[in-house]
């Protein structure tokens, strides 16, 4: 059975906000863990290539395969990630929240947490071979949101992208990591072919395709960590906490959600 390590980073950047910082990555420490992955014989490939040898094509993945990720769409990708990138001859993939754009204009929506990617950046990384993939359009708790809405989220993220990028996109990542099979089954009419969760665990062929796990590379971070868990050594308990926390909330958002549903139909919304 293949264990594929997925990657999950956010923001590259010496100089974090109080809201980013404890998911923010040294552009020092990035560089360091690629090199690692380019020393240990690891095959970085984007999401959509690895779903589509995981579930879709039946070509097999190269040997080691390793995924980079980064969600939201921050400044610092263009500024910092990308030219390490291309500097070690790595391909990522990028999930963007297509209300952030810091030019979003009239489609602004949400509330970014640092300086966003402009349209331009995103086509430029597109152009050099990054695949995008859609974030939703507003980053909201996806499960929470009733079917009109979350349609909404989905649909308008992915016509974006598309429409501005002028090309496909059929890849996501849930916000915060949440989705039920409620979301899966909207994501999937979305024409999204694959999406992935955070799970903090390696992907193998048995998890949904629309649900895959990532690994979290945080600030905290130590190259210890990382080798531990690019390698498949424990990472149950390297994750332990997060693991724990991600279980406890989704039985906390499906009450949430439950209980909404029941108020709207009693007070007949």
């Not at 790595?90 to 030019?103: E, H, I, Q, Y």
């Not at 990617?117 to 949101?145: C, K, M, N, V, Y």
Request: aromatic share 8%.
């Amino acid at each position: 059975m293949t264990r594929v390590p997925i990657l999950m980073y956010h923001s590259i950047t010496d100089t974090p906000t109080a809201e980013t910082r404890p998911l923010a990555v040294r552009p020092g420490d990035f560089a360091d863990q690629l090199g690692y992955l380019k020393d240990r014989g690891f095959t970085p490939i984007t999401f959509g290539d690895l779903a589509a040898a995981l579930h879709g094509n039946g070509r097999k993945p190269p040997a080691r395969p390793v995924v980079i990720t980064f969600d939201d769409g921050y400044a610092d990708f263009h500024r910092e990630a990308l030219p390490i990138l291309t500097r070690f001859g790595v391909p990522a993939t990028v999930f963007l929240t297509s209300g952030w754009l810091r030019d979003a204009g009239p489609d602004a929506a949400g509330r970014p947490l640092d300086t966003m990617l402009s349209w331009g950046q995103a086509r430029e990384a597109a152009d050099s071979g990054i695949e995008i993939g859609g974030h939703s359009h507003s980053h909201p708790q996806l499960d929470q949101l009733p079917g009109p809405a979350l349609r909404q989220e989905l649909r308008r993220n992915k016509a974006l992208l598309e429409d501005r990028l002028g090309r496909p996109v059929t890849t996501m990542a849930y916000p915060f990591g949440y989705s039920s099979a409620r979301v899966r089954v909207e994501t999937r009419a979305a024409g999204y072919l694959a999406a992935c969760a955070v799970g903090n665990a390696m992907t193998t062929e048995r998890h949904d395709v629309l649900a895959l796990p990532r690994l979290t590379v945080s600030r905290g971070t130590g190259m210890g960590r990382f080798r531990n868990a690019v390698e498949g050594n424990a990472v149950p308990l390297i994750y332990l906490r997060e693991r724990l926390l991600t279980k406890g909330y989704a039985v906390v958002r499906r009450t949430r959600y439950a209980v909404r549903q029941v108020r709207q139909v009693a007070h007949g919304e």
